[in-house]
């Protein structure tokens, strides 16, 4: 052999060992990053208008599916974060929605409130979020503090309590938004008093520096003609700055105030403000470079994006230029993790808690069957027929989205059979023309449901001991609620979110058309971390997007309790 084509060999060789080793080497940092209500169809609709270094960084460089879902019925902000890093449907987490009714006193249960914790430094309402006490599993920071003693930092930063409690899991530490002072802060569940990082970062007021300052257009007004214009009649004055842009958050004021606060997070300032606390907290708790050697895990949950699409809905252009602002905003971050640690010694993953529906009235006027439920009409209609065929009394105590609670005092006092009163409630609701379909408490604790995609994941959504008698099901392009726009159903739109993943030493890029899950991400990075799963995870490792193929798991065939 010539000599030189030997040396070529030997260089080649020496490449693949080194790669081989890198790419069975954990990561030392891995960021989370969760889009509240951010639908996929809305990352690849703009991909045109993107900057460098953001969305169009993990479109080029990173590995993405376009047919990823959260695979759950209850497509809510609180069920969709709890599934990111648990791996687990809400069967399993106990996170059944963002707020629920007490089967036994129907007292109303926040997702993450815990009345034994409170704020630090901040004031605390009632069912204000503020421990994982609901939450039954454990998550990736979970196991990853548990496999080497506590060494690694699990930390998780949001605008909503539930967006940051439900990353850190049981054992991480989690800093939520308060809309009344501007500032991010803990509880007492996991600390006694911030740390003095966190004291010197709000020493000089940062979150008062967008006062008054206008959120405009990214593009010139020829950019958004795929979208509707500003002014649509169902648009709201959205948090006291009009219907149109511009939106100036604490417009009219003197000076910061709880109003300029609630709105400062409705508007693309508020990603950015999360994005620099979050670099203040890799700074201050010195994520990435871990003294014992250890990966270090970063949460970050944006939530502007949802309260966009709530107030305007995804097909306008405030969703629109909203999502070239984040665009922008996510590569300004991905630049400052590179500069700190190099892009490539990070793993990052992005993705979202759910999608979104369109505004019904605009669905009607593009020929969609658009249509808004009154659920108080609803049960006031049901409670009626219940009662002329059982008898007089209210038989369906509560509504709470998606589940309806049966009285079952009233029930059993009058020695009626509880499954003929479920069987003639769903009759009776899907007799209504939105409804699609009734699931009962007998049939989802019996596992006695149609065969279909709806049904596995009513049954994956629907929890024995918390959720009601009855899953209610709208049809599609239907909502319950009194927003512009909403999510929550098992509809495509809903479940299709985001699944990207960037990180060079682990990650071979390029898009997927293989189906994948948002519980599929837990697998994955316990395997790169090289930990075992979370309790009650049922993923699978995305074999098919990384460097050292792992064998792509079947996923259980279990789908609910």
Known sequence: MAPFRLAALIVLFACLVRAAIAAGTPPRLVVVIVVDGLPQEQVLKYRDQYGAGGFKLLLERGAWFANAHQAHAVTLTAPGHSAVLSGAYP???????????????????????????????????KLDGTSPANLRVTTLGDELRYSNGGQSKVLAVSGKD????????????????????????????????????????????PQDRWFGKPWTLALPETAYARSIADGQPWFPNYRGMGNRFPFAPG??????????????????????????????????????????GVPDLLGVSLSTHDYVNHGFGPESRESQDHVLHLDRLIADFFRYLDKRFGL?????????????????????????????IDSRKLMADLNAQLAARFGPGSYAAEFSYPTLYLDTKLIDANS???????????RILTEHPAIAAVFTRTQLESGALPEGRTAT???????????????????????????VATHGSPYAYDTNVPLMLLGARWIRPGPSASYAEVVDLAATLAYLLETRPPSASEGRILGEILRAPAAATARPAKRGN
């Open 91 to 125: 069967y399993q987490t106990g996170i059944i929605a963002n707020e629920w009714v007490d089967r036994r006193t129907l007292a109303a249960v926040y997702c993450t409130g815990d009345p034994a914790h409170s704020y630090i430094g901040e004031e605390t309402k």
């Open 344 to 372: 490539d010694s990070v793993l990052i993953a992005l993705t979202a808690d759910h999608g979104f529906l369109n505004v019904p009235e605009y669905g009607q006027s593009q020929g969609l069957p658009g249509v808004r």
């Open 457 to 483: 994941l009513v049954q994956r959504a629907w929890h024995r001991q918390l959720s009601g008698d009855l899953y209610v099901v709208q049809r599609p392009h239907a909502m319950f609620g009194s927003n």
């Open 162 to 205: 539930r967006g940051a409690i439900l990353l850190a899991g049981k054992t991480g530490t989690a800093y939520m938004y308060m809309e009344k002072s501007g500032r991010f802060a803990s509880t007492t569940y996991y600390m006694k008093e911030h740390p003095q990082w966190r004291e010197r970062y709000y020493a000089g007021r």
């Open 251 to 292: 417009r009219g004021g003197a000076k910061p105030d709880a109003a300029y606060y609630v709105a400062l997070m409705g508007t693309p300032y508020g990603d950015e403000l999360t994005l620099e606390f979050a670099r203040a907290a890799i700074e201050g708790e010195n994520l990435g470079r871990n003294p014992a």
């Open 416 to 426: 009626i059979d509880r499954t003929e009163v479920e069987s003639a409630a769903a």
